[in-house]
């Protein structure tokens, strides 16, 4: 069973700092990984992905990706209090349409 | 955009009814899933269908069925519900057009309560 694994949080920083969030993954054959976003009683929704090494940057989000060290991470710049969410992080399995999910890291922005 | 609906934002259902939760999307997607969620377990996968009448089972199918005859439309069907049911149902899609970017859609969710 591939595993996917983040710290739960919670996590709290304050409004205008870096947020952090890390993901380890035990495939080292996995080639893409996702970042969703879920408000509380909401649904997932997509807000990166990312498939090769290095950084890819959309507005104030950041996904690094270290293949050799088995981790992705998501940066939230400059957060605000309407980022309060759970992250969750999201491999595909090799040969299969499906997605591990990690538990998620819930992130707390205090005003 | 991706419409990925579902039947029922908030369900309550007696111990012992059958119970049907349906998705719908409009992006002419093959693939579909039906996940729920729990505090403190996740995303837990219960069946994925990849074509119209095929299924696959998640890891975790006890007490569910699924039923796909039309490529929009996947049910979740609980055949005799349980308290430990009572739970976050989340239908999501995706197109298996590349396979390492196969992003999932998700719908609004149905939170079932079992009595």
């Known amino acids: 069973q591939k595993e996917v694994e983040q710290n739960s949080g919670p996590l709290s920083v304050p409004e205008g700092a870096i947020a952090s969030l890390n993901c380890t993954y035990s495939d080292r054959g996995s080639q893409s990984f996702f970042w969703y976003r879920q408000y509380s009683g909401k649904s997932p929704e997509l807000i990166m992905f990312?498939?090769?090494?290095g950084d890819k940057e959309d507005g104030r989000f950041t996904a690094q990706l270290n293949k050799a060290s088995q981790y992705v991470s998501l940066l939230i710049r400059d957060s605000q209090p309407s980022d309060s969410a759970t992250y969750l992080c999201?491999?595909?399995?090799?040969?299969?349409?499906?997605?591990?999910f990690g538990k998620g890291t819930k992130l707390s922005v205090i005003p | 955009d991706v419409k990925v609906t579902q039947s029922s934002r908030y369900l309550v259902k007696r111990t012992g009814e059958k119970v049907f939760l349906e998705c719908v999307q409009d992006m002419d997607h093959e693939n579909m899933f039906w996940y729920r969620q729990d505090p403190g377990l996740g995303l837990r996968l219960i069946y994925f269908?990849?074509?119209?009448?095929?299924?696959e089972k998640g890891d975790i199918p006890e007490g569910y069925s699924v039923s796909r005859e039309k490529k929009e439309r996947f049910s979740l069907i609980l055949e005799s519900a349980s308290t430990n049911q009572t739970s976050m149902y989340l239908c999501?899609?995706?197109?298996?057009?590349?396979?390492?970017?196969?992003?999932?859609?998700f719908g609004p969710g149905t939170r079932l309560t079992v009595l």
């Open positions: 999501a899609s995706s197109s298996p057009a590349d396979r390492w970017l196969d992003t999932q859609y």
């Open positions: 990312i498939y090769s090494n």
């Open positions: 269908s990849y074509d119209v009448k095929m299924k």
């Open positions: 999201a491999v595909p399995e090799a040969g299969s349409y499906q997605l591990t």
